[in-house]
């Protein structure tokens, strides 16, 4: 588990290797990740944006930039927590991830919340190619 808070929104990523949809044989490691994004601020907010930056273990980057998460633009009032899940695959068994939310209040601020780095790595793996 990987945790950032910037301006009272808390940011918890749960990064998990995922074999079934994987196929390492084939350079193909596919990565799941559970975020939770809390607001223990006092004003409300609303998801907007994201931005990804992805390595892979060969230090291949990969920037990807959009429009809210999973189809959603969460609002969240004080108190509040959103949930999602989503995937990346990798051409590396291992890599890592950091990013950003673009946010704004109820009064129009937009601000960037940080999303922790987190690494795409797994001992499970590891016992596989070896």
């Known amino acids: 588990m990987y945790r950032a808070v910037t301006r009272g929104i808390e940011v918890v990523v749960t990064p998990r290797f995922v074999a079934d949809r994987s196929s390492p044989e084939n350079n193909y490691f596919f990565w799941a990740y559970t975020i939770s994004i809390t607001n223990r601020g006092s004003e409300t907010v609303q998801l907007k944006t994201r931005h990804w930056r992805i390595t892979d273990a060969n230090g291949r980057h990969q920037e990807v930039r959009g429009a809210g998460v999973v189809g959603e633009e969460p609002v969240l009032k004080?108190?509040?927590a959103f949930e999602y899940t989503s995937g990346v695959p990798?051409?590396?068994?291992?890599?890592?991830?950091?990013?950003?939310?673009?946010?704004?209040?109820?009064?129009?601020?937009?601000?960037?919340?940080?999303v922790p780095a987190f690494s795409l790595d797994s001992a499970a793996i590891k016992r596989t190619l070896n």
């Not at 068994?93 to 704004?104: E, K, L, W």
């Open 78 to 80: 004080a108190g509040e």
């Open 90 to 114: 990798l051409q590396t068994p291992s890599g890592f991830m950091v990013g950003s939310y673009g946010m704004v209040s109820a009064t129009g601020e937009h601000f960037d919340v940080e």
